[in-house]
């Protein structure tokens, strides 16, 4: 019996947090809304000062404690550095406020002269490729730090959702990596931080997109899998692909001899899941196509469409402020077609699909309930559909 899956319908705006707490004493509340509005202040400004907190360095273990598997990215250590002195220079403090760790204040717009000029003088395209990540990603971490959880990506004391998710074991002749957009990492909403919550991060990786680091890492891994262990997930229709079933349902199981309890590394299908907005994830599929071409010669990466997947996605887009596939829907609707197919019927994947299921559950529920505390409108609608096969 195959397992059902749900897909989603969502239709909220996202949650994001204009107010600082500058702005909430300044604006006297005026509304009935008073104590809610009040409420969104409890996303502070949050003061990131060198000086008495040794704020500016990132530690491994903090920066691994966020999900990734890396040394901490070098040229992200360089910005931290760079802010360091800029401070200095400016007697201007470091703050962040806003979900994403936006600068702000005074220090914000000496640092957008900075960047920029230093963004322009970069000759070629991946030095600012490589600058662009970095920076999104210092800023992020340094503005999250001891605000976010660095499990579920939420607000630790107030929406951390961690005591909820339960964890699965993934089965081993399957791993996920995660190819994210650093306007993504450390976002509330985002959903395949999910996976590595579940499954853990060995079996589902982050690599952030233009971190030379986890790139690394993953093109490592792919290269000692070889190129017919990698595939794309990618829902693009100008993209070739194929189906689930073309790709592995026939004579492919025979080949797939997996014990659930054995790992054997040689045959692990690997399958990268594109984890951006829609417009960043072309950028992304480029790099990974040339990325390819370096590795193997040839710049045709392998995709796989789902049959439901594309239904599925449309769906999760019906407004341009959900303008991003959600991933942990991807992954959910990937690994239920796989469990249909004769060669993984009998590695648990139904199981699996339903603890990731659970899980955006609860991710879906605490964003939910972060935007009524915050007096935000919801008019999220969640759909149960049963037909995945
Ligand atoms: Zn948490």
């Not at 019906?318 to 959600?326: A, G, K, L, M, V």
């Amino acid at each position: 019996m195959l397992s059902a899956t749900r897909a989603f319908t969502l239709k909220f705006s996202l949650p994001s947090f204009a107010f600082s707490t500058k702005t909430c004493m300044e604006s006297p509340p005026r509304s009935p809304k008073a104590n809610i509005f009040n409420s969104s202040c409890r996303s502070p400004s949050r003061k990131a000062d060198a000086k008495d907190t040794g704020y500016a360095s990132i530690t491994l273990q903090e920066w691994q404690g966020w999900g990734t598997t890396s040394p901490v990215p070098a040229k992200v250590l360089e910005v931290v550095e760079d802010f360091k002195l800029l401070e200095k220079a400016n007697d201007a403090q470091m703050t962040f406020g806003g979900s994403g760790g936006k600068l702000q204040g005074e220090f914000k717009i000496q640092e957008d002269k900075k960047h920029r000029a230093t963004y322009e003088a970069l000759g070629d395209s991946e030095k600012k490729i490589q600058f662009f990540s970095a920076r999104q990603i210092a800023c992020r971490v340094l503005g999250s730090r001891d605000y976010l959880c660095q499990k579920c990506w939420l607000p630790l004391e107030e929406d951390c959702m961690c005591s909820k998710v339960k964890h699965s074991s993934l089965w081993p002749g399957v791993r996920f990596w995660l190819y994210m957009h650093p306007k993504d990492f450390l976002r509330q909403n985002n959903t395949g931080k999910l996976l590595w919550q579940v499954f853990g991060v060995q079996s589902a990786t982050l690599c952030l997109f233009g971190i030379p680091e986890h790139e690394e890492i993953m093109w490592n891994a792919f290269k000692l899998a070889g190129k017919d262990k990698v595939w794309c997930l990618y829902p693009n229709k100008n993209a070739v692909t194929m189906s689930v079933y073309d790709a592995f349902g026939q004579g492919f199981s025979a080949d797939l001899e997996h014990s659930p309890t054995v790992k054997n590394e040689d045959k692990t299908l690997n399958f990268v899941l594109i984890d951006g907005t829609w417009s960043n994830s072309a950028a992304m599929f480029r790099r990974l196509k040339e990325q390819t071409k370096s590795v193997w010669g040839e710049e045709d990466l392998p995709c796989i469409s789902l049959v439901t997947g594309a239904s599925t996605m449309h769906k999760l887009r019906p407004q341009p402020s959900w303008d991003r596939t959600c991933t942990a829907a991807a992954a959910i609707g990937l690994l239920s077609e796989l469990q249909c197919l004769p060669g993984f019927n009998s590695c648990g994947l139904d199981k699996q699909v339903e603890a990731l299921e659970d899980a955006l559950v609860v991710l879906l529920e605490a964003l939910t309930a972060r935007r009524l505390r915050m007096g935000r409108s919801i008019t999220r609608k969640v759909r149960h559909i049963s037909n995945i096969c």
